[in-house]
């Protein structure tokens, strides 16, 4: 029981160790993708798809950056878009509203076919023998720009094609005003004598590569998820998340009634979100020509002779904003991955909101939040200052103890148990504060690791970007000073002599272990260990006149 301290040392070992694990999660390295191969490959299709959907991954190749065609340009208030007439293919989006870099100011590239990157959006309709629209088609267009105008809240992109055989195929982009969900329709007309049976297909295709504005230290994250309803009727989703290189070994694929799937970068998302009521097949796996995609195939629907199909499909492309991408589809804010404390981590980016509204400032609101727990957590932490000062009040009679029964162990905890009992005081009473701040810890770190709001949020001075680490360690040294200032006010009169070498290097460790860390995260601790301190010399002060002097 004496050795209260050292298990706080080994929980907060365990909290750092799953922390080092995430940040690996997240920024570890990756395996280099496969370049990219001067021709397109055709992947080979999935076992369980039909034939219509094994014609979509077969017959269609995957286009390569430079392909030669006609670009279109789109702007509203939130995209500068560029679509392709060969394929119809989205090729190139920038965020307006998210800059590249702090360094940086013009919009940040999420679809990118430049500077020998690939992340691209195809679509197409496959058919049982052929495709009938695939990135190979020469889709044509009305106007090469189109601009959303003053008082326009949607705008429509239409591009045609006529088959040799007389089959005719729209794809038509429909965007909106402040809003990052794009409607893709493909309709195509029967203008032959025999029925087609059609299967829409979209999906988004990328290499590997590191956006700019990502934190120093940052390799890119990319992973596919998927939403998988559990039973028939029931509201219970799943999310499977899987990093490149698992993505490169195992692959992926599943079929089911609606659903969406993704490709995602950190603070962004390209998803893929077909009709909540159609049967879709929805795989993931490396590109042979190189990189990766991940695609949703629908199921085939006949089209009788002279009839026309539509079939629409929902992307949303851009910040994982997280008062809308609860919007988008059943169980899509579970993209916004704040791990198994989410029930903790989403209240938690409601009050820090809420402070936002209030300051303008994401810098304060952190250091608002902090006070607000700091307060919350009074009582516990007068309780864990008080069993501190007990402590070393009755120091001199643990040592006494231990030099008394240094052989003897058991006879060594029994005298240490009796004399708790005796005095009325549990050692163990100060690990409540730091326990129920663990989580909190953890979750604000996921909070500030997925939350966009919070991307190269500025506080003062050399705070530029939150979301990054203290490019001159301010933060993470004022964190470990006031680690040093705790446990001197506190003593270390009943720890052994490993233990007080291991405490004494632990300020050190912590300094040197945030130095990595986002600079907001180490504001809240920063923050916390100063109040901790101020609160600390109050209670002791409160605590020397019940008699527990120092």
Not at 30 to 50: L, W
Not at 306 to 332: H, M, S, W
Request: charged letters at 20%.
């Amino acid at each position: 029981m004496e050795n209260r301290r050292f298990i706080l040392i080994a929980l907060l070992g365990v909290v750092l160790f799953f922390l080092y694990q995430a940040w690996q999660k997240d920024y570890g390295n990756r395996p280099p993708s496969a370049p990219v191969a001067d021709e397109a490959q055709a992947p080979s299709a999935p076992a369980a798809a039909t034939a219509a959907t094994a014609t979509a991954t077969e017959a269609t190749g995957d286009a390569l950056p430079g392909a030669p065609a006609q670009r279109i340009r789109v702007e509203t208030d939130v995209y500068i878009a560029e679509i392709a007439t060969l394929g119809g293919e989205l090729r190139r989006l920038e965020l307006k509203q998210y800059p590249a870099a702090k360094d940086k100011p013009e919009p940040m590239s999420l679809l990118d076919d430049r500077n020998g990157r690939l992340f691209v959006l195809q679509s197409g309709l496959a058919g049982t023998e052929h495709a009938y629209v695939t990135d190979k088609t020469p889709f044509s267009a009305a106007q090469s720009e189109y601009k959303l105008a003053d008082g326009q809240n949607t705008l429509d992109v239409t591009l045609s094609y006529t088959s040799a055989d007389g089959i005719e195929a729209t794809k038509t982009y429909h965007f909106s005003r402040d809003s990052y969900q794009i409607t893709l329709s493909q309709t195509l007309k029967n203008n032959g004598a025999n029925a087609l049976t059609v299967s829409p297909y979209t999906r988004v295709v990328r290499t590997d590569f590191k956006p700019d504005g990502e934190p120093r230290f940052a390799h890119t994250f990319l992973g596919v998820g998927f939403y998988q309803q559990a039973e028939a009727g029931s509201a219970n989703y799943k999310f499977k998340k899987t990093a490149l290189d698992k993505l490169a070994k195992d692959g992926f694929e599943t079929q089911q009634t609606g659903g969406w799937i993704t490709m995602l970068q950190h603070y962004f998302v390209a998803a893929i979100v077909p009709p909540k009521d159609e049967q879709v097949t929805y795989s993931a796996r490396p590109r042979e020509a190189g990189g990766y995609r991940a695609q949703a195939i629908g199921a085939g629907v006949a089209v009788a002779p002279g009839a026309e199909q539509r079939f629409d499909t929902l992307l949303y492309i851009g910040p994982k904003l997280q008062d809308r991408i609860d919007d988008v589809a059943p169980g899509f804010e579970l993209t916004l991955d704040y791990g198994i404390l989410k029930v903790i981590a989403r209240p938690m980016f409601w009050v820090l909101k809420l402070f936002h509204t209030w300051t303008s400032n994401w810098g304060v609101a952190i250091i608002l939040l902090t006070v607000t727990v700091k307060l919350l957590l009074f009582k516990l932490s007068e309780a864990q200052y008080r069993s501190m000062a007990k402590m070393k009040v009755f120091g001199p009679k643990i040592q006494d103890i231990r030099e008394r029964y240094a052989d003897d162990r058991e006879r060594q905890q029994k005298a240490m148990m009796d004399l708790y009992k005796k005095e009325g005081f549990n050692p163990l009473a100060g690990c409540w504060p730091i326990l129920v701040q663990f989580p909190i810890f953890i979750s604000l770190y996921w909070v500030l690791l997925e939350s966009v709001e919070l991307r190269q949020a500025p506080f003062m001075l050399w705070l530029q970007d939150l979301s990054a680490p203290d490019p001159f360690y301010v933060l993470p040294v004022i964190y470990g000073i006031t680690m040093f200032l705790q446990q001197r006010m506190s003593g270390n009169t009943t720890m052994d002599p490993t233990q007080q070498k291991v405490m004494q290097v632990m300020p050190i460790g912590m300094t040197a272990f945030f130095a990595f860390f986002q600079s907001g995260l180490v504001l809240y601790w920063a923050v916390n260990g100063l109040i901790s301190i101020a609160q600390q010399w109050v209670i002791t002060r409160r605590l020397a006149k019940e008699g527990l002097k120092r």
